[in-house]
């Protein structure tokens, strides 16, 4: 806008001005656009800058040619030029004639359980149906609710982004088409940077006509099973939830306890708690011997989770108690200002905010909502804090307020996902609107009540009590090279802002992402969780080593943005609010605010079963190249073989030097059992390690491993690349893995009783044998060269019934070799009567037999002996 500026130099003219006439008129101009709304008037680092509000703009009907622009259409005819309008691109010119008219129809609103309103969402169904009194919506952009909600009869096509999971996934999307009897048309995208679209591409019987699997989950979960525990309770109690959670907490009470006729209807005497105890036990008898080898569970926990019942439904409203408070605080706060405010401005921001806590009490209330459907219905908020099962909600979740319009809601988030997508001045997309985070929900005592410390051990991941002097899983002595006792603030609520626009800067910052760290801690002994180790052998060559923990707690761990140096987020602690960097630049902050900023890290946690991963005898010159390829080639390998989603299994790289590892948890609401299976069953990693070289695209035949794509000279996005991993794609080198996959695929799965080697194990157990039978010997000689599964014990001392069992697997397998003396009729007569009681107490019993072929008898026991080489 300078004088010598195109602008400045054509009003001069125009208004034939000096300079300082031009000076003085200018900023009399400037200031009325800025009063008047039209222009916005930003400071940054003491310069003055003015920026045309959009929304002022006026669209008008051309006749299809750009009118003649004043700046220069007069320097155009001095210089002789024939025509002073610009020139056409052609191209937009017969767009915007000839294309917008079809462009207008395709209209298309999103269809999602999570994030759009009930009532709105039936609305769309219905204009998608085409029904009278609607107006035609030609297309539905659906999640998976797809697969549970849409029922549209006359449906034609369905358009899949991307290729599902599983194919029982593509049966129930691809069968929404063509209900009638009429063709259905099924458009499947498989997306170039995609190795899940590509593997299927190539294999696309696979998918469109391959064998659906049923469900999996981990039976021995133990959060699953109390939420079922939980829900038998509840049935028994037949306490009536209704249709808001306000019938169960009395909300004109500070505190919010439960209401006094609840207290009173939740506590079961001992009889009814018995009755339920006994139901418990008849569901689950089928899964008895499943559950009972976790090391966890027994009939004094059924008890225990009935007992505890009642404290567990109160606490399971905290998370509505905390959002109840905020409403209330914030509504509280408006009133007062609004009382006060003597500034239009500050009334209309008084009334905004007093208007947005009223929507959310209206939420958490169920007032004027579709109340079967909302986060806040009584049975599915249960669900989502994990006291009753849902595997269609994510548990415990993190929810960003919306105001969005006059309605506003909470979206929810499954936590790992909430610390990422929610983290400060991260961008959220929604409804066609772009919203940023820009502060966490204080509760009701402060983000204070939040804080937490920890100590992290960099040399194998774990992390532990502050106190701490030593690792409790690795035994290094922390110092401040391999430790960090971290401020961590456990995420909070979101609340989100609305942006017009993203700047160049801001999308910059998006690209580079987060610092992400995840550490671990066992559960405790006391829990009845059992950590188990177990050997990778190619023949009696260890080849990785494998730790299977269960019931595991994971901490996640948000460090700020990358490149910042991991000091984490700058946070008001009064109000929850994280300066942006242009205000933390800018000085913009006031300075009580300034006062009351803290650094601090974010951290989600959750239970789940993890698997660590560690190469034994690593080789090449490049350990982390090869270490990072052999991690995306197990979870490729894993997600196929077992049919799991790709967010259902995450990896990482965890650790340093020699307690380095690969971190594999499941991310799946209940478990999928899946890592348990790779520990336990002998071959269950050789076959994942035969589906990650096809996925390389190798090929094992009797000459060796074959290389079916030469042409992929280390990784394309037909095998291990794609998006998620392009930070690491210099690493990823398929021929670095190919030879130990090749061994791995040929491989055997042994675990570690007691912590042993297989072979400190087998001397262990032939110092116990009974020296004067031979088919004991024989017996253990067998297994060990055959490749078999070894026993935990052997001449294992039974209390009830009193007895001692030749070898015993653990937890319940009572393994007897029968000599030839076995045959006398009273021997043969007691063997009855023993091992007729071991099965009366929960025993199995296996009896092996002098006279017959050792090794025919033990294939017909897979599941306890294994395969054997």
């Known amino acids: 806008l300078g004088r010598r500026s195109t602008i400045g130099r054509f009003l001069r003219r125009r208004l034939d001005l000096n300079q300082e006439a031009y000076d003085r008129f200018l900023e009399s101009l400037l200031s009325l656009l800025v009063r008047q709304g039209l222009l916005r008037r930003h400071v940054e680092n003491g310069q003055v800058a003015y920026q045309l509000d959009a929304g002022c703009l006026r669209w008008c009907l051309g006749d299809g040619l750009p009118p003649p622009d004043p700046l220069y259409s007069r320097s155009a005819q001095q210089e002789g030029y024939t025509s002073v309008r610009r020139p056409i691109n052609p191209f937009f010119q017969e767009l915007y004639r000839a294309g917008a008219a079809g462009l207008?129809?395709?209209?298309?609103?999103?269809?999602?359980?999570?994030v759009v309103q009930p009532g709105e969402r039936e609305r769309r169904e219905r204009r998608f149906r085409n029904e009278p009194g609607e107006r035609r919506l030609p297309y539905l952009i659906c999640s998976p609710t797809l697969e549970l909600g849409v029922d549209i009869a006359d449906l034609d096509l369905v358009h899949l982004r991307n290729v599902p999971p599983t194919p029982a996934n593509y049966a129930q999307r691809s069968g929404r088409a063509g209900r009638q009897g009429q063709p259905g048309l099924i458009l499947s995208y498989c997306g170039a940077f995609n190795s899940h679209d590509q593997y299927y591409f190539r294999r696309r019987a696979e998918m469109v006509a391959g064998r659906v699997r049923p469900p999996r989950l981990d039976l021995a979960n133990e959060s699953l099973l109390r939420a079922h525990i939980h829900a038998v309770w509840l049935a028994q109690v037949r306490l009536p939830l209704g249709n808001s959670i306000e019938t169960v907490i009395d909300s004109a009470r500070p505190e919010l306890p439960l209401r006094e006729e609840v207290v009173a209807s939740i506590q079961l005497?001992?009889?009814a708690r018995q009755e339920v105890a006994e139901r418990v036990e008849a569901l689950l008898a089928a899964d008895r011997e499943v559950l009972e080898r976790s090391g966890w569970f027994s009939r004094r926990w059924i008890q225990q989770v009935i007992e505890e019942a009642?404290?567990?439904?109160?606490?399971?409203?905290?998370?509505?108690?905390?959002?109840?408070r905020a409403a209330t605080q914030q509504l509280e706060a408006a009133n007062q200002q609004l009382q006060t405010a003597r500034r239009r401005e500050d009334q209309?921001?008084?009334?905004?905010?007093?208007?947005?806590?009223?929507?959310?009490?209206?939420?958490?209330?169920?007032?004027?909502?579709?109340?079967?459907?909302?986060?806040?219905?009584?049975?599915?908020?249960?669900?989502?804090?994990?006291?009753?099962?849902?595997?269609n909600f994510p548990a415990l979740p993190v929810r960003a307020w919306v105001p969005r319009g006059s309605e506003g809601e909470f979206i929810a988030r499954p936590r790992f996902l909430a610390i990422r997508e929610f983290a400060?001045?991260?961008?959220?997309?929604?409804?066609?609107?772009?919203?940023?985070?820009?502060a966490f929900q204080a509760p009701p005592g402060g983000l204070e009540e939040r804080k937490s410390s920890h100590k992290l051990c960099f040399s194998c991941g774990a992390f532990g009590d502050p106190s701490l002097d030593c690792c409790p899983v690795c035994g290094t002595r922390f110092d401040g090279q391999n430790s960090l006792l971290a401020q961590l603030l456990e995420m909070p609520n979101v609340r989100m802002r609305r942006r017009d626009r993203i700047t160049a800067d801001e999308e910059e910052r998006r690209r580079q992402g987060y610092e992400l760290q995840t550490f671990f801690q066992f559960a405790p002994e006391s829990s009845g969780y059992r950590v188990q180790e177990a050997d990778v052998l190619r023949g009696e060559t260890p080849l990785l080593q494998l730790r299977y923990a269960p019931a595991a707690t994971l901490l996640r761990i948000n460090s700020g943005w990358?490149?910042?140096?991991?000091?984490?987020?700058?946070?008001?602690?009064?109000n929850g609010e994280v300066p942006s960097r242009a205000q933390l630049e800018g000085h913009r902050a006031s300075s009580s605010s300034q006062m009351s900023l803290q650094p601090i890290r974010l951290a989600v946690r959750a239970t789940q079963n993890l698997l660590l991963v560690r190469l034994v005898q690593p080789s090449g010159g490049n350990l982390q190249a090869l270490e990072t390829t052999?991690?995306?080639?197990?979870?490729?390998?894993?997600?196929?073989?077992?049919?799991?989603?790709?967010?259902?299994?995450?990896?990482?790289?965890?650790?340093q030097g020699s307690h380095r590892a690969i971190l594999l948890y499941e991310t799946a609401e209940g478990g999928a059992g899946v890592l348990r299976r790779l520990v336990e069953e002998?071959?269950?990693?050789?076959?994942?390690?035969?589906?990650?070289?096809?996925i390389c695209h190798f090929q094992l035949s009797e000459e060796g491993i074959q290389d079916r794509r030469p042409e992929c000279r280390a990784a394309c996005y037909e095998c291990l690349l794609s998006y998620a991993n392009q930070r690491e794609a210099l690493e990823l080198d398929r021929y670095k893995i190919r030879d130990l996959l090749g061994e791995l695929a040929h491989s055997r799965t042994e675990l570690r009783p007691l912590g042993r080697s297989r072979q400190e194990h087998l001397e262990w157990l032939r110092q116990l044998l009974d020296p004067r039978s031979e088919l004991e010997r024989r017996f253990l000689e067998l297994l060990a060269e055959g490749g078999y599964r070894l026993p935990d014990e052997a001449q294992k001392a039974l209390a009830e019934p009193r007895c001692v069992a030749d070898f015993f697997y653990d937890p319940n397998i009572c393994i007897f070799c029968d000599g030839a003396v076995h045959d006398d009729p009273a021997q043969a007569a007691q063997d009855r009567q023993l091992r007729s009681q071991l099965l009366g107490h929960g025993y199995r019993v296996i009896a092996l037999r002098y006279d017959q072929d050792l090794r025919e008898q033990l294939a017909r026991y897979p599941e306890v002996f294994g395969k054997g080489n």
């Open 104 to 114: 207008g129809s395709l209209e298309a609103r999103e269809h999602t359980a999570q």
């Open 630 to 655: 052999l991690r995306y080639a197990l979870k490729r390998g894993i997600e196929e073989t077992f049919e799991l989603e790709e967010t259902e299994l995450a990896a990482e790289s965890i650790g």
């Open 269 to 271: 005497g001992e009889a």
């Open 310 to 324: 009642p404290r567990a439904f109160d606490r399971a409203f905290d998370r509505w108690r905390e959002l109840y």
């Open 562 to 574: 990358r490149g910042s140096g991991g000091r984490g987020f700058l946070v008001n602690f009064d």
């Open 348 to 391: 209309q921001e008084a009334r905004r905010r007093q208007q947005e806590a009223l929507r959310q009490w209206n939420l958490l209330l169920q007032i004027d909502t579709q109340r079967e459907e909302s986060d806040f219905y009584p049975y599915r908020y249960l669900a989502s804090e994990g006291f009753l099962p849902g595997y």
């Open 424 to 438: 400060p001045h991260n961008f959220l997309y929604h409804e066609g609107c772009q919203w940023e985070s820009v």
């Open 682 to 694: 002998p071959h269950a990693l050789a076959e994942v390690a035969q589906v990650a070289l096809e």
